[in-house]
């Protein structure tokens, strides 16, 4: 303490988990860590382990107990790429982390960067893909319902939309955004992909000086292609968010310069897009500048704008000015070493890039969830029916009949069968090719007594003589509307 | 036929259902059928009507009875677009169309024309996305599981994985091009997406002229931006396909420049991707160049190359000399009505244009599906356990108690407790946010007896006691190998 002169204020240092990762993780971490010594960050590193070397240590997650203590502690983690292991079981380390805290929200500033020439260069791209994080078909529950027929769960809940908007909204708020754009499929899927869209109506009307609009995901792929520049906010469900920040990413060059946050409840972690590239590990000429990004909206979120400001300007005077950068990247010259580039970011820390758009950030303001089980209640319930899905080689008419002989004396009428959405009993014109797969929807011919659970079971073991069923889903209508689609 | 010159051959005619649709759709039809006879495309039209119309009528499908008759006696329609009304049921007459004529397969060639300037002008983009058209989360099979957790039904099946990539192989074979890349998310969901990765590996091995690769999804839509002259055929499943061939056309000019082909089983039907762009309708300035080259794959799915061959290389003179263009892509000049358009392209025909890609156009060569059910069987079978969806505001550990309660006695014991994916009992490190959907696993103590029906109703019974369940999934095991994810 005695050597800082006493007219500096004396900023405290804060701690940050620094996970170095695979291949070119630590070549890329060094040279992150470097540019923010020399720019004076008051960070103090933790490092901690994860990945390849911690599944050869024999555990499972690919992230060590010290590890998700570290990050418990700090709060805060700056990661390099972990390699997923071929053999190790099927879970990767990134999707452990994130899992483990829950990190909902994924945060991918698409921005034009100078210097790095793409087919968009100079239209002056810049908006923010925010992406569910944890639900979706991600869960990755899967169930064969047939030897050749695979499921796999779609799940969105409300809660979770609301997370995510609300983190888009912050994330606008934090960067003087204007407008929330919700891209959703809700027009074929209106009570999952809907909910996004209906929670979205209603959150971001608590936004006044933010703007929304809905669009159907496909056209915004498109319109993203087309015209990037009317973005600026996007927010998806996981997988299409999956899809489309990886397409944004593209068009201002790519993963190798992408950073990106992964944001959760007092937990966030920050991380280039691209992996551990191990062709060139190891050999120094990794580019560094995804993680340095990733480092700068790190700086932002502990508070510390000037230094991050400053290190922008540096980076982008690099860029700008062509000289020194790694081969990925270096246009008519050579490539140089991920030193040579340090160095140059370094040399130029204290200039001012005219670049760099006008933005002023305040920090993310994340709405801090309580940490009970999430509860939605109906003001009313009614079971009407029940959706049984059966395996039978024979075509929808004689399954008609055998099920609604074994419905005979149930509770339970026969509506409809369906064939991967398409109704193929009562007849309906054209031709649906035929799958062993089928959905029997039957309805309760009277409101049940009690919970219906008698009823239902009845019905199973009637069917069940006949045919092989596999799932079941209970029709539910929740106040007062119907719970589940039509066909 | 007496005014028919002897020395030229007396081609008979091939009858195509003509659909003008709504809002533009009569204008770009009109446009089309002019430049296609005035070609002397030997081609009648049975003009029938669907969309606006229909619905307006009352046809719930918005395709009347004698439109599907057309269909179904010429096997080839040309459609405009239908609006898909809103408040008139929840289908459009476009999914009617498709799931009534089993239409599997959306193809959609993305090529650079001549006088389209975009980003990627110059580089040559030229190949097809084959999207599935009828399985995945497009089923839209929707069920509340709670009133905040929504879940849709993502089922692929095997069948459906060898139509699709055995439709792209033969796209391929019929246009000479060399590379099939199958695009899945296989990553994350190993038994539908992997499903088509599998059987893509297993069916693309019978096309010796042909080499395929397997791209993970995000990553192909980042390829796509990045380096789309890589890609000659890509396939993919319905949703993710979606998605990436409208964001592949805006690379080339935007849907309003976009061809495409919907295939099924002795059907054919040609469309542009774009809407009935309502704003426009009625003015005579609508581009009828995507419908027009839509007519062109139909003209070379009858077997007229030649005809199609005149019309495209007059088309592309027309673009490329870029006078009497329609608005939306004129460039310095003010844009002309439809009909100058069409005039300059009629005026074109004979003459050659430099820039249309040399190939040689076979048909497509599609596979005819056997009209009955398909079944996969299997050698040997188990029944190894239950997972038993529940809702409930209590914890993970509270929840386990009562479920294990429940189980005794039974032929179960809960081996599992998982929230959207995450295992959450018994506890694993790290905090994941609990809504009210739990998904329990039971394994059977021990094999059951007979096809253990009695077993489950029993469990459900119990459970039913203390919990609310909504939905049951069997965990079966196929040829000796799990039929269900881990978590
Ligand atoms: N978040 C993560 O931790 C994460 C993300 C993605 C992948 N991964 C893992 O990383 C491993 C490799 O994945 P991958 O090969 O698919 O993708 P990748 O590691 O991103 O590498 C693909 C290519 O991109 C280039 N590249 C990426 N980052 C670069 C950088 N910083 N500087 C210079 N060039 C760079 C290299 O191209 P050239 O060869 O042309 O030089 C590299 O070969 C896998 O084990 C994967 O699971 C981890
Ligand atoms: N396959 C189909 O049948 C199909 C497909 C998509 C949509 N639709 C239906 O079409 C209706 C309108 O949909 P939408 O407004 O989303 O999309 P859209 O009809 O494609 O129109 C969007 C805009 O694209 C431009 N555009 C499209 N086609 C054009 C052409 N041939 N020539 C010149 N400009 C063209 C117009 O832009 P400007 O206004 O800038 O001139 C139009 O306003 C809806 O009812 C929708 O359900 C049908």
């Not at 004396?10 to 170095?20: E, F, G, L, Q």
């Not at 074994?406 to 799958?435: C, K, N, Y």
């Not at 062993?436 to 309760?444: G, K, P, W």
Request: glycine share 10%; hydrophobic share 45%; net charge negative.
């Amino acid at each position: 303490m005695d050597s800082i002169p006493p007219q500096l204020p004396v900023r405290s240092k804060v701690t940050v988990t620094a996970i170095p990762g695979d291949g070119i993780g630590p070549e890329v971490m060094r040279a992150t860590q470097q540019v923010l010594a020399a720019a004076d960050a008051q960070v103090e590193w933790e490092e901690a382990l994860a990945g390849a070397e911690a599944f050869r240590r024999g555990i499972a997650s690919g992230a060590p107990r010290e590890t998700l203590d570290s990050i418990a502690r700090t709060g805060v983690a700056l990661k390099g790429p972990l390699e997923t292991p071929v053999g190790h079981g099927e879970k990767s380390a990134n999707v452990a982390l994130r899992k483990t805290f829950e990190m909902y929200g994924n945060v991918r500033p698409v921005r034009e960067l100078p210097g790095i020439r793409t087919p968009f260069s100079g239209r002056g791209i810049d908006f923010v893909v925010v992406r569910e994080n944890v639900e979706d078909v991600y869960a990755g529950i899967e169930h064969m319902q047939t030897p050749g027929v695979a499921q796999c769960l779609k799940i969105i809940t409300e809660v979770g939309c609301e997370r995510i908007l609300r983190l888009a909204a912050a994330v606008a708020e934090a960067e003087g955004r204007r407008k929330v754009t919700v891209a959703t499929k809700a027009n074929i899927m209106k009570l999952t992909e809907g909910m996004l869209k209906r929670v979205g109506e209603q959150v971001l009307a608590e936004y006044p000086s933010l703007s929304n609009e809905h669009m159907i995901v496909d056209n915004c792929a498109h319109q993203m292609v087309i015209r990037p520049e009317q973005f600026d906010v996007a927010v998806m469900t996981n997988m299409n968010g999956d899809i489309l920040s990886d397409l944004a990413a593209g068009l201002v060059g790519g993963l190798g310069v992408a950073p990106s946050a992964n944001l959760g409840d007092g937990v966030a972690m920050f991380e280039a897009v691209h992996g551990s590239a191990p062709q060139i590990a190891g050999k120094g000429i990794a580019n560094p500048t995804a993680l340095l990004l990733s480092a700068l909206m790190m700086l932002r979120h502990v508070g510390d704008f000037a230094t991050a400001r400053r290190i922008e300007h540096a980076l982008y005077v690099t860029l700008e000015e062509g000289r020194d950068l790694t081969g990925d990247i270096a246009r008519e010259a050579e490539g140089v070493p991920t030193q040579q580039f340090v160095d140059r970011v370094i040399a130029n820390l204290g200039r001012e890039s005219a670049l760099v758009p006008a933005r002023e950030y305040r920090p993310i303001a994340l709405k801090r969830w309580p940490q009970i089980t999430w509860y939605r209640a109906a003001s009313t319930r009614e079971l009407v029916g029940v959706d049984v899905f059966v395996e039978s080689e024979r075509d929808p008419r004689a399954i008609s009949i055998t099920l609604q002989a074994a419905a005979e004396g149930s509770a339970f009428d026969l509506a409809m069968i369906g064939s991967r959405g398409a109704q193929v009993w009562p007849e309906v014109a054209g031709h649906t090719f035929l799958v062993d797969h089928f959905r029997a929807r039957f309805m309760f011919r009277e409101p049940p007594k009690g919970n219906g659970i008698a009823e239902i079971t009845d019905l199973l073991q009637r069917i069940g003589r006949q045919h092989n069923w596999m799932h079941i889903e209970k029709l539910q209508r929740f106040d007062g509307a119907d719970a589940y689609s039509k066909a």
